[in-house]
């Protein structure tokens, strides 16, 4: 994969500071060239108001404050990566609440959310205390996502962790995480073809 103009924007959604997940995910970007900037969110430090569906009544207006930082550090992403313990099986609120805001943002005129986010790759780290089957569900969510969004899925980084700091003694998982960002294109889910007339949208 070429890194040279990559910039990779880690949102962080645990309600841990320096959890499992963010753990994993400093190892994963430590492997990154030098070359590929990174940017570092976490969510819960950027709060967002209950997101509301307005599709039927009213355009969504431009967002602001923390939404409109979020959008803006999105946009100017090429690779988003989801970072997350799983939480019943499921992403956490804050990575939640912050994928809802995709769909206010899809809707929001004169922004063309989508046609901005067409190529960007989307990757998941994720840690839990379970099988790796157990987070099948909150990957099969960003997958969804990913092909709605027609970006490529870079693919999910998993390690078993539940205590603090557990994920230190999850030797394969720090191993994989050297090479989880430094695929061959090749190597990468690619692009989706192009959207079928009848497709899953979210919200529907």
């Known amino acids: 994969m070429d890194t040279a103009a990559r910039r990779f924007l880690f949102l962080l959604s645990s309600t841990r500071r320096m959890g499992n997940s963010e753990q994993l995910a400093y190892c994963a970007a430590h492997h990154l060239p030098e070359h590929a900037t990174q940017q570092w969110l976490h969510l819960q430090d950027y709060p967002l108001p209950y997101f509301v569906d307005m599709r039927h009544h009213t355009p969504y207006p431009p967002p602001t404050g923390n939404a409109q930082l979020l959008l803006e550090a999105t946009l100017a992403a090429t690779d988003v990566v989801i970072v997350a313990p799983l939480y019943w099986y499921s992403l956490p609120v804050h990575a939640k609440h912050y994928l809802d805001y995709w769909s206010a943002w899809l809707r929001t005129p004169g922004l063309e959310f989508r046609e901005q986010m067409r190529g960007k790759t989307l990757w998941s780290i994720v840690v839990s205390s379970g099988e790796l089957a157990e987070a099948a569900p909150l990957e099969a969510s960003l997958v969804l996502t990913a092909n709605y969004m027609q970006m490529p899925w870079g693919g999910m980084l998993y390690g078993t962790g539940s205590r603090p700091n557990d994920i230190q003694d999850?030797?394969?998982?720090?191993?994989?995480?050297?090479?989880?960002?430094?695929?061959?294109?090749?190597?990468?889910?690619?692009?989706?073809?192009?959207?079928?007339?009848?497709?899953?949208?979210?919200?529907?």
């Open 170 to 204: 999850d030797a394969p998982a720090l191993e994989r995480a050297k090479s989880f960002f430094l695929q061959a294109e090749s190597d990468l889910v690619k692009m989706p073809s192009p959207m079928p007339k009848m497709q899953i949208s979210p919200q529907d």
